[in-house]
Structure formats: structure tokens, C-alpha cells
């Protein structure tokens, strides 16, 4: 009987970015539509999509072994669990995302002093009722189901609500007065499982490739060919990971060179790469980089 580790997919906002980010790493998982075990090509996993902020709590009963969700459900659920990895991706980009307290344009509320005897909506009850507590304010906390932006002024004097960029914040005439806390995806597993040998060196396989390839999200293979008496300058404006790998060509006085860099530092070393005369350039894309 082959070994299982039940992971759990978050649902929602970090579903394509978690799917994708699996398939970078090795990993294909299918979704099926009304399907909430999706399909992946290791045997040795079982998927469950689960909303982001649920999963936090299956994982700590035992539920799930693992699952990835941000670790601001962890703490919202207060979920005692492990925390495998961290993970540096959200929903649109590579940012934290954050909590913040936000309110009218208009509105009179400049801090969190200012809240007292107001009526706060938000998905985040227990995040925003102990940022009530450790500020010694009393305020009315409401859960929202949803489309959090429009309630105030009528229905909430102000919101606790998740953000990358704030835009739709300000689309809807909101601004920020205070950010809660920033949050980023994390690898969480259950205490029981962790202890498992062979779970805990699943999970641990599964952090590797995951963490290689998001790190090779952010750069880019460059292969290019120098003159030997330019060598010294090409090598300057390549530092890469550990300094770029340089090989002699067949044809005397050439070298080749292979590096690892920066995907938006490349349009500026590029044009420089030219000035000095440096031939066959190619940029690659990356799947992974284990460090």
C-alpha cells in the first residue's frame, strides 16, 4: 500500500498561483470542475481544495497533513501547527499582503484610538478584535461575507481588509489609516504528522522544489560569448549566484560564460553586455534554483 501526506490546496484568490507555482516546481495538480479532491501526478499526495482560511484549522485536527494557506489564517484560527516553510507568493505577485484598517476619504477616524463605540466590518474577526484589545479599544466587530469595501460609511464606520496594491481601496473612496499586519503563504503541517519519518521527509521534498522555484521566479540564465581581453569587465557586471561560470572556447582568445541573474536588472546589463562586444547572447527562463 503506498504512503499518502493529504495536502491541502487553498481555494479561492491563491488557487492559481499555488497551481502554477506546483507545476514550476515538478508537480502537475488538475482541477476538476465541482471537484473538490484535485488530481496530482504523484501518487504519494492527496489533494483537497479547501478554502484559504479554513485550512489552517483541518491542518491542526488532523484533517490534513499539511496544506498551504497564508499565515495570516494561521493566526486569525490561532492554529497550533508547524510551520514548514515560508513562501513568498500571493494572488497577483511576490509581495506580502496586508490587513489594514481602512476607512471613508472622508471619514474623521485617523488612528485606532478613534475607534471606540464604531462598528468594524471584516472577514478577519479575531485579527482585528485582539488589534482592538492590545490598543485598549472597544468597538463593535462584524463579520462580512463579503464585498467588505462597500459597507462603510453606511452599514460599518470602518473595515479591516486584505490588500496587495490598495487599489481597490481606492476605487472605493477608501483610505488607509493603519496596517494590521503583512502576511505571506506558508507550508504548515500537523504536529502528529510532522513527526512521522517519512511524512516529514515528504514535506521537506516538497519545501525544496517549491522554495527552488519561486527563488527562480525572480532570475534568468544568460549564455553569451567575450573576448578574453574583456574577460575581467564582463565578469564585473555579471555577479550572479556565486559569480558567473566561465569556459574557453575552441576558437582561441574567446571564452563562454553562463550565469544566473536578476530577471530586472538583464535590460540594463544587456546593452552594456553589447558594448562590450559580447556575442551570442541568449537569455533563458528558470524552473528552479536550489541554493
Known sequence: MVQKIRLG??????QDSTVNLFKKAGYKIEIRERSYFPSIDDEEIECMLIRAQEIARYVEEGVLDAGLTGRDWVEENKADVVEVCELSYS???FRPVKWVLAVPEDSSINSVKDLEGKRIATEAVG???RYLEKNNVKATVEFSWGATEVKPPYLADAIVEITETGSSLRANKLRIVE????SLTVLIANKTSIKDQWKSSKLENI???LKAALLAEAMVGLMLNVKDENL????KLLPGLRGPTVSPLIEKGWSAINVVVEEHKVRDIIPELKKLGCEG???YPLNKIVL
Open 9 to 14: 490546496i487553498p481555494k479561492g484568490s491563491l
Open 91 to 93: 494572488k497577483s505577485g
Open 127 to 129: 485579527l482585528t478584535k
Open 179 to 182: 496596517v494590521i499586519m503583512e
Open 207 to 209: 519545501s525544496i522544489l
Open 232 to 235: 575581467d569587465k564582463v565578469k
Open 281 to 283: 547572447i541568449v537569455e
